[in-house]
């Protein structure tokens, strides 16, 4: 099983890397104020991936501890419970 993942990563690994290398011509990146921004497109789409899987942890992230707080509330609720119950 473990040399089966990591010949799952290192084909991945040759996937990304051939893409990476069939996508380095210039691209131009404008926005309003007039600037302009002149790199290779995978650095582009690389940019903006890395600010998606950012983004999508910023959004869980607020989730995650709403739950963490409601564990460790439940968890001393339970505590208090069994001490209670405790002859």
Known sequence: MRYLLWALKLSLFVLVLSFAIKNTETVVVRYYPGG???TPLIVVLLVFFCAGVALGI???LAQLLRQRREISA???EL???ARSDAP
Do not use: D
């Open 79 to 81: 505590q208090k419970a």
């Open 58 to 60: 910023v959004a869980i």
């Open 74 to 76: 439940l968890k001393r």
């Open 36 to 38: 302009e921004w002149h």
